[in-house]
């Protein structure tokens, strides 16, 4: 499975855009890039997939460049309750998504 | 919304003992997973279970665990002879399939053994 690498923590204020980098070199041609959000004693929750350019939910949009070695999270307007811990996750498609491996994540702090 | 459920969300044991973690999956989904979380660490991978059998398991995933789906709905972690490092956040998750799936997870039992 391909290694990711996102910043440890980040700080915004409500009503601002977050954008959240996971860098993910080792791609394989088959590897997903899927986020998933964590509340403190909560269980991960699934955000956005995608697998190569731009992806868009009601929660937040997901740009893949061309050589698929980084992808970023945008969460629009984010509120208190938004913070958490995020997760960037790389993984086969084909072969099955079976085992997640989940890094230290990007703890994100919204502020008044 | 459809949601995965575990009980107990917290269990209390003394080491030594034997505990069984009990998840109810989203009723459609064929795939479980057991997953663990110690206290200010990363979110653990321990096994995944399809068609009544471990499709995949950790190295964390000893003779110490075992996984059962004894009816139609339930799905067990069971943890024999318990150790004060087994305690953490033990979270079940589910999914439709198992490729470009989203996991859906239980909000966790915490296990403390004391």
């Known amino acids: 499975l391909a290694k990711t690498t996102q910043p440890i923590s980040m700080d915004s204020y409500e009503g601002q855009e977050v954008n959240i980098t996971c860098s993910h070199n080792n791609i394989a041609t088959n590897d997903y890039i899927t986020w998933y959000q964590q509340f403190p004693s909560q269980g991960p929750r699934f955000i956005i997939q995608g697998y190569k350019t731009k992806v868009t939910n009601e929660v937040a949009s997901l740009f893949i460049p061309a050589d698929r070695k980084s992808s970023t999270l945008s969460l629009p307007r984010v509120s208190l309750s938004d913070t958490a811990v995020y997760y960037c996750?790389?993984?086969?498609?084909?072969?099955?998504?079976?085992?997640?491996?989940f890094g230290t994540g990007t703890r994100l702090l919204v502020s008044p | 919304e459809p949601e995965v459920t575990q009980t107990p969300s917290h269990q209390v044991t003394q080491m030594g003992q034997e505990v069984i973690l009990r998840c109810v999956p989203i009723s459609n989904h064929l795939y479980f997973y057991w997953y663990r979380q110690i206290l200010g660490q990363k979110v653990e991978f321990l096994v995944s279970?399809?068609?009544?059998?471990?499709?995949?398991k950790s190295e964390i995933f000893d003779d110490q665990f075992s996984v059962e789906r004894p009816d139609g709905s339930n799905f067990t972690l069971k943890i024999r002879s318990t150790k004060l490092e087994d305690s953490a956040m033990y979270f079940c998750?589910?999914?439709?399939?198992?490729?470009?799936?989203?996991?859906?997870f239980g909000q966790g039992t915490r296990l403390t053994v004391v």
């Open positions: 279970f399809y068609n009544n059998e471990i499709s995949e």
């Open positions: 998750a589910s999914s439709v399939g198992h490729s470009n799936t989203e996991a859906f």
């Open positions: 996750l790389v993984g086969p498609g084909d072969t099955g998504f079976q085992k997640l491996v």
